[in-house]
């Protein structure tokens, strides 16, 4: 039976293949949008006789180690900077982490019209074509160029299916946790 009490915090889900346009803005999906928001302590939702404030996404990308831009909420990010803090100061990890998620962050804005825009040097250095794929993974999404993303093989399910035989149920691996 499980817990009623348990809190569920909202997850990054679907993958969506979107149109980027000449400017670098591309329509991030809406079940991705109002995960953010939801995650985005500021956002305010406009109505006829305000503004509102929109929410932010903070995207990272480091272009030696990643064909994608990695995507988190405003509270992921915090979470990820938790993480960090709990480090030594000056340790290996600690610095790692810190180019990683501080030095190639970039704020983004989503719009009214529930766009971002896609800076020049990552559409560039991801040859992005005009469109672009998001997948949703729970406390991220990623952003891919989807020609990359098809050329990257086998799915993390088909690794796992070669791991544990062709006839694995994958979700027998809930069933594990649950356990523990």
């Not at 915090?9 to 939801?38: H, N």
């Not at 992005?128 to 990257?152: C, K, M, Q, S, V």
Request: negative net charge; hydrophobic residues 40%.
């Amino acid at each position: 039976m499980r817990d009623a009490a348990v809190a569920v915090a909202p997850k990054f889900k679907g993958t969506v293949d979107q149109k980027i346009d000449a400017k670098g803005r591309v329509s991030v999906p809406a079940a991705l949008r109002k995960v953010a928001e939801q995650c985005d302590p500021d956002f305010k939702s406009g109505d006829k006789d305000s503004k509102g404030t929109p929410a932010t996404i903070c995207v990272v990308f480091q272009p030696d180690a990643m064909d994608f831009l990695e995507c988190y909420s405003v509270e992921g990010m915090a979470e990820i900077d938790s993480y960090i803090d709990a480090l030594d100061i000056g340790s290996p990890e600690r610095d790692g982490l810190e180019f990683r998620y501080h030095a190639n962050v970039t704020l983004a804005e989503i719009d009214g019209d529930g766009r971002i825009v896609i800076p020049l040097a990552h559409r560039t250095r991801l040859g992005f074509d005009g469109d672009a794929r998001f997948i949703g993974l729970g406390d991220r999404f990623e952003i891919w160029n989807p020609a990359t993303y098809g050329a990257r093989g086998a799915s993390p399910v088909q690794a796992l299916a070669e791991t544990y035989g062709k006839d694995f149920n994958i979700r027998a691996m809930l069933q594990r946790k649950r356990a523990e």
